[in-house]
């Protein structure tokens, strides 16, 4: 099943997203990583390190073997994938 997961590089979304790809079903993540941004605005660290976006789907990746997450930006008049 293709299922879209909103806010996916979120506290639940992150989870959510690879528990469903773990079970077979085509996960695509939507997300602003604004979370991200706040942080470096503020000039603060989480309490809960997040791992750069980047390092996030290449685990991902390899512990689903061959399946290609997708993961695309919202805001900003954008409707890409990557």
């Not at 293709?2 to 690879?18: A, H, K, M, N």
């Not at 989480?46 to 390899?62: C, D, K, N, Q, Y």
């Amino acid at each position: 099943m293709r299922v879209l997961v909103l806010g996916g590089d979120g506290f639940c979304g992150w989870p959510t997203s690879l528990y469903l790809s773990d079970r077979g079903h085509d996960v695509t993540i939507l997300d602003n990583l604004s979370r991200r941004k706040i942080d470096v605005d503020l000039e603060v660290e989480s309490l809960t390190p997040i791992v750069p976006i980047g390092e996030r789907l290449r685990a991902w990746r390899l512990a689903q073997q061959q399946r290609r997450p997708r993961i695309g930006p919202c805001g900003n008049h954008s409707t890409s994938c990557r």
